[in-house]
């Protein structure tokens, strides 16, 4: 039984969401060099969306049209693309668009991530439905360790170039050659192109609920690295974007045993007790504090609130999941930038306590309207492991 294939797909997707935030801990130092503050950053971090939803909402049925290996080879091509662009020409500018890039390349890899696993697996004669678990810890652990083997560079030998990228477009390189030789096995057919995200009835506040989560997560990644430069930590940052991210599948095993709708709130709960963790330990240079706060709203982020609000809507959606998962993800992209935007701008205006603590009080009042209003409605008869 030959199982390189799949492990390369594994380590493709891993290499794709490690570019994405590679260069995560040299925020401040492109701000720096554009003479711009955490508004302009976290306008720069928010071209990731720019080019990722459009590939979710406009090219859902590309993969059935053209492959699913073209597809993730498009992606590595991009990863290093945007590697090279911020290596060749590092600043704000350079990070917008290699961030859309990035966004294009994720989208794409999204796409036919799980679908192509799932090939694999079957040619390969083991499970099936392995296939979204393997997807899941490649690009959950990838999106992550890009910022963390960054930070570790920067910490050894401080500059603009560090090792992490050149390693980056080495194994990239090498994965994009080794995935023109893995087989395709989905045969090609016309399916519709444009898929646009529906909303179940009962199912807009779990998507609001991972809009309250990944824009926790977006704010540690884009602002909180001009934070710590300040308390003399920045080059630490890599392990807080990592922590915030990766340390969520830890706590995925436990979010399948929940039921849905129990996993959301218990993430719901822990979000703006950890956030306020991270923000009083940036701003006081307690990195200790950052790093366990920033492993709390993982558990949350990526957790119980990422695996809940899948299980309920897959348990309302039924023939439209994949619809209604578009939709998910379009108000998860949406915390994901435009929260952080307003939180940078008013950094800006004020003081990055002011912006951390504002973003602290939003998140504090949505959460609680959230579960207010989950507490009205009947609960969902479904949990996380009926959905896998």
């Known amino acids: 039984m030959n199982r390189l294939p799949a492990r390369l797909l594994c380590i493709a997707l891993c290499l794709i969401t490690a570019a994405v935030n590679l260069p995560a801990p040299l925020y401040p130092v492109y701000a720096q060099l554009s003479g711009a503050g955490a508004g302009a950053t976290a306008i720069a971090f928010a071209g990731y969306v720019?080019?990722?939803?459009?590939?979710?909402?406009?090219?859902?049925?590309?993969?059935?049209?053209?492959?699913?290996?073209?597809?993730?080879?498009?992606?590595?091509?991009?990863?290093?693309?945007?590697?090279?662009?911020?290596?060749?020409?590092?600043?704000?500018?350079?990070?917008?668009?290699?961030?859309?890039?990035?966004?294009?390349?994720?989208?794409?890899?999204?796409?036919?991530?799980?679908?192509?696993?799932?090939?694999?697996?079957?040619?390969?004669?083991?499970?099936?439905?392995?296939?979204?678990?393997?997807?899941?810890?490649?690009?959950?652990?990838?999106?992550?360790?890009?910022?963390?083997?960054?930070?570790?560079?920067?910490?050894?030998?401080?500059?603009?170039?560090?090792?992490?990228?050149?390693?980056?477009?080495?194994?990239?390189?090498?994965?994009?050659?080794?995935?023109?030789?893995?087989?395709?096995?989905?045969?090609?057919?016309?399916?519709?192109?444009?898929?646009?995200?529906?909303?179940?009835?009962?199912?807009?506040?779990?998507?609001?609920?991972?809009?309250?989560?990944?824009?926790?997560?977006?704010?540690?990644?884009?602002?909180?690295?001009?934070?710590?430069?300040?308390?003399?930590?920045?080059?630490?940052?890599?392990f807080s974007t990592f922590s915030v991210i990766s340390c969520g599948l830890m706590f995925q095993p436990l979010a399948r045993r929940m039921p849905a709708r129990r996993a959301v709130a218990l993430g719901l709960a822990i979000l703006p007790p950890s956030y306020a963790l991270i923000a009083w330990g940036a701003l006081n240079g307690q990195l200790a504090l950052v790093l366990v706060g920033t492993v709390a709203a993982s558990s949350a982020c990526y957790g119980f609130i990422y695996l809940g609000g899948l299980g309920a809507i897959a348990a309302q959606a039924g023939a439209e999941m994949p619809r209604a998962s578009a939709g998910f993800f379009l108000l998860a992209y949406a915390g994901f930038s435009v929260p952080v935007v307003f939180t940078g701008l008013i950094a800006d205006r004020f003081t990055p306590s002011t912006g951390l603590w504002a973003f602290a009080g939003a998140l504090t009042l949505g959460t609680l309207a959230l579960l207010a209003a989950m507490a009205r409605r009947p609960p969902l008869r479904a949990s996380i492991a009926n959905k896998a």
Do not use: N
């Open 50 to 238: 720019v080019g990722v939803v459009p590939v979710l909402l406009l090219w859902g049925g590309l993969a059935d049209r053209v492959g699913r290996r073209p597809l993730i080879v498009t992606a590595l091509a991009l990863s290093m693309l945007a590697t090279v662009l911020l290596l060749r020409a590092p600043g704000l500018y350079s990070l917008a668009i290699a961030r859309c890039l990035l966004g294009l390349g994720t989208g794409l890899a999204s796409a036919t991530g799980i679908a192509y696993m799932t090939e694999l697996l079957a040619l390969e004669g083991q499970e099936p439905a392995r296939a979204a678990s393997w997807v899941t810890a490649s690009t959950s652990l990838g999106f992550g360790l890009g910022a963390a083997a960054t930070s570790v560079c920067l910490l050894h030998t401080p500059g603009l170039a560090p090792a992490s990228f050149w390693i980056q477009l080495v194994l990239a390189g090498l994965a994009l050659v080794s995935m023109l030789k893995l087989p395709d096995p989905a045969p090609r057919r016309a399916s519709a192109m444009v898929r646009l995200p529906c909303y179940p009835v009962g199912c807009v506040r779990y998507g609001l609920a991972i809009l309250l989560a990944w824009a926790t997560t977006g704010v540690v990644i884009a602002i909180l690295p001009s934070v710590l430069q300040v308390a003399g930590l920045g080059a630490w940052a890599g």
